[in-house]
């Protein structure tokens, strides 16, 4: 990218209002010698963003945003630098001045993008006039609207690219954007043939590349644009264009594995869905990700590979969460993926799979480290839980990372401070009253009893091993507890039981051990059983 004179830089930001240029985007109301409002870049009620326009600077109380006019329009507008001192130019009508090389590369990437978008406009005419790809979209259940709004397209099969382009595109031209093959003879073919058509965006609406479906038998089933001067597969986002046409800066964002899913969720109302091209995730998609949304969630098919997908991203996004982002996992029962449980459930049931399902990156890490390392014992809890404080590092300093740690301690039996002896009281009565013993199903009682609403959770008979509750929580849930039973319960040392989301996982992450130690158990006893050639015993 063209190197632009410090001087003239900072002549731009030195000359533009960032008052006027902020509250073209962002309401601001007008306190004393400064200008307040929400934060844009996290959710709030209280305004904490202010704007100061004699040190022409913002700053948000609330998540630490900070910077110039310049930041700003690139945090906000999603641009690189160039991009925002060029609008901020533009503005002041200034032209900025570029070395001949670098202004010769601008106008080449320029041209590039208008032959993508020549050659997507032919693909969009295309696709009216093939009943074979309209009967696919068709059924695969896509609206002819919806097919409009992704830019969908049709490359017929055969070589048609360079003749339909004519004098509109040079050959070579057409080669260095990917859209032909260029043989070592001289040959020229086009790359997509008899596929769906979908173009690839950047999230200011430049096509850079495009992916194709073949119809009918063929392989690949996906092919997507080589690597060009337009168009890197680890730093493109599908769907992310179309994503932003409805709200700049979502709740959420949604990842799942192709672009169809993108495509019937956006369909089926869920609009803030996007994938990413045909690669495992990179470190520059979650940070292209997170400068528009402060929530992440992977929605990945449950079987092996999705585990596997989602294991990777979850090591890619470690480094990243710093204070303020989230990042979550769903898993799609088994058979599902997101283009069938959206038409199966529609908008509401999948926005409420996505709520009840996705469980925070700490759950998942401790999760994962169960299922590759089975193992309750306690050399095995300490095994995991050093390995898991060992992905924890990688993390940014901060409060996130400080409470990911006691979540994971937790998850493998460090529940808090040991009980010493000296804490308890002292006096005439203390030899009376021991100290009340530790126990799962009282750490259980605990969040029930500070949390009712998780009482709920406790009363399927699927959640227990052979149907049956332990003792303590079938007086729970009987509502028969002695005095002795809560006495025990608040004696549980549960650092962050107060917040209910913390209380909520802590709860899933007792009660999935339970089960895989009873499911171990049960393996160990029919392995037994099979030694001995009898029928297991019974409980």
């Known amino acids: 990218m063209s190197r632009i004179p410090e001087a003239f830089v900072e002549e731009v930001v030195s000359r533009s209002d960032i008052v006027e240029v902020i509250g073209a985007r962002v309401p601001l109301k007008k306190k004393g010698k400064e200008f307040a409002a929400c934060c844009p870049f996290h959710q709030e009620k209280t305004p904490s963003f202010y704007v100061t326009p004699d040190k022409q600077f913002y700053h948000c109380f609330g998540c630490g945003a900070h910077g110039n006019v310049v930041g700003f329009l690139m945090e906000f507008d999603h641009l690189d630098f160039p991009s925002a001192i060029e609008h901020l130019a533009g503005r002041l009508g200034l032209e900025i001045p570029r070395e001949k090389g670098d202004q010769e590369k601008l106008d080449r990437i320029g041209r590039l993008r208008q032959v993508t978008a020549m050659a997507s406009d032919w693909f969009r005419g295309n696709l009216k006039q093939s009943s074979e790809a309209i009967d696919f979209l068709k059924q695969r259940g ?6 409009a709004r992704f830019a969908l397209g049709f490359a017929p099969a055969g070589n048609h690219l360079e003749a339909a382009m004519g004098s509109r595109a040079k050959p070579e031209e057409l080669v260095a954007t990917g859209l032909l093959i260029q043989r070592d003879n001289g040959d020229r073919y086009d790359r997509f043939r008899g596929r769906v058509i979908f173009p ?24 997507n644009s080589p690597e060009t001067e337009l168009f890197h597969k680890g730093y493109g986002v599908y769907g992310l264009y179309e994503s932003r ?10 990842v799942v594995e192709g672009y169809m899913d993108v495509i019937l969720l956006a369909q089926n109302g869920v609009a803030h869905a996007v994938a990413t091209l045909g690669t495992a995730t990179t470190a520059e998609q979650l940070d292209l990700l997170y400068r528009q949304t402060e929530r992440i969630v992977f929605c990945f098919d449950g079987d092996a590979a999705g585990r596997r997908a ?5 090591s890619v996004a470690l480094p990243l969460m710093q204070d303020g982002r989230d990042l979550r996992f769903a898993f799609l029962p088994e058979g599902e993926d997101p283009d069938s449980f959206v038409r199966a459930h529609g908008q509401t049931g999948f926005n409420r799979f996505v709520e009840q399902e996705a469980m925070g990156f700490d759950r998942f890490l401790t999760l994962h480290l169960d299922e590759a390392a089975p193992g309750d014992d306690t050399a095995a809890r300490a095994r995991k839980n050093k390995q898991a404080h060992q992905l924890i590092e990688r993390m940014p300093p901060g409060s996130l990372k400080r409470l990911t740690a006691r979540q994971v301690d937790r998850h493998h039996g460090l529940f808090g401070r040991p009980f010493r002896e000296e804490q308890q009281a002292t006096g005439p009565t203390a030899a009376k009253r021991p100290p009340p013993a530790r126990s799962e199903e009282h750490a259980i009682l605990r969040l029930a009893l500070t949390h009712p609403r998780l009482t709920d959770r406790l009363r399927p008979a699927e959640v227990w091993h052979g149907g049956q509750p332990p003792v303590v929580i079938q007086r729970l849930l009987d509502d028969s507890l002695t005095a002795e039973d809560r006495q025990i319960a608040e004696a549980q040392n549960l650092v962050g039981i107060e917040n209910a ?9 007792i009660l999935a051990k339970r089960r895989q130690r009873e499911a171990l158990a049960e393996k160990k006893r029919q392995q037994r059983a099979n030694l001995a050639g009898s029928p297991p015993p019974r409980d």
Request: no cysteine; net charge negative; charged share 25%.
């Open 200 to 223: 690839i965006r950047d999230p200011r609406g430049h096509v850079i590349g495009f992916g194709g479906r073949v119809i009918g038998p063929g392989e690949p089933k996906y092919l």
């Open 310 to 314: 989602a294991v990777k991203a979850l």
């Open 501 to 509: 989301e913390i209380a909520a996982n802590m709860l899933g992450d």
């Open 245 to 254: 046409q409805v709200d700049q800066r979502p709740d959420q964002l949604i």
């Open 142 to 147: 896509l609206t002819g609207e919806t097919a």
